[in-house]
């Protein structure tokens, strides 16, 4: 039966050259960071571009709004030379 660490931890300790090697390995793969750094960057750039939309789409609706009541208050001359 292989040795295990003492306690409820079932690690076994055959081939601890093992561990050590894949440890090294998973610290030397670059691939998981690389793909986190894209998804922290991916992430930035949608969140910049919402609040950009936010920003816009505000201001376009007040200045629609103001655009309307000025149009709603003119008032079109209808004795104009063309219809005397």
């Known amino acids: 039966m292989p040795k295990t660490?003492?306690?409820t931890c079932n690690l076994k300790m055959e081939r601890p050259h093992e561990t050590v090697q894949t440890t090294r390995k998973f610290h030397n793969e670059e691939d998981g960071a690389v793909t986190v750094d894209w998804v922290v960057l991916t992430?930035?750039?949608v969140g910049l571009?919402?609040?950009a939309l936010a920003t816009i789409?505000?201001?376009t609706e007040a200045t629609a709004?103001?655009?309307?009541t000025y149009m709603?208050?003119?008032e079109v001359?209808?004795?104009t030379p063309a219809t005397q």
């Open 57 to 59: 789409r505000s201001n």
């Open 65 to 68: 709004t103001k655009i309307g």
């Open 77 to 79: 001359p209808t004795n």
């Open 49 to 51: 571009a919402a609040a």
């Open 5 to 7: 660490h003492r306690g």
């Open 72 to 74: 709603g208050g003119v």
């Open 43 to 45: 992430a930035a750039v």
